[in-house]
């Protein structure tokens, strides 16, 4: 079984790439710090609830959205 953070960190990677955003941007939007994206993309974060209703809020979606289909 595929680790949650690897499978969370490709949905957040995809989603970035498909905006056009950059880590950059991303983690401008989402208010982390801009070391902290490319972390969770590659699965070595453990992220907590609220960075991904941070996360969720840069993408202009719910945190169910986000996370559905992990």
Known sequence: MEDVRIKFGAKIKALRISKGYSQEKLAELADLDRT???????????????????????????????????
């Open 36 to 70: 902290y994206i490319p972390g969770i993309e590659s699965g070595k974060r453990n992220v907590s609830i609220i960075v991904i209703e941070k996360i969720a809020k840069a993408f202009q979606l719910t945190i169910s959205d986000l996370t559905n289909s992990l």
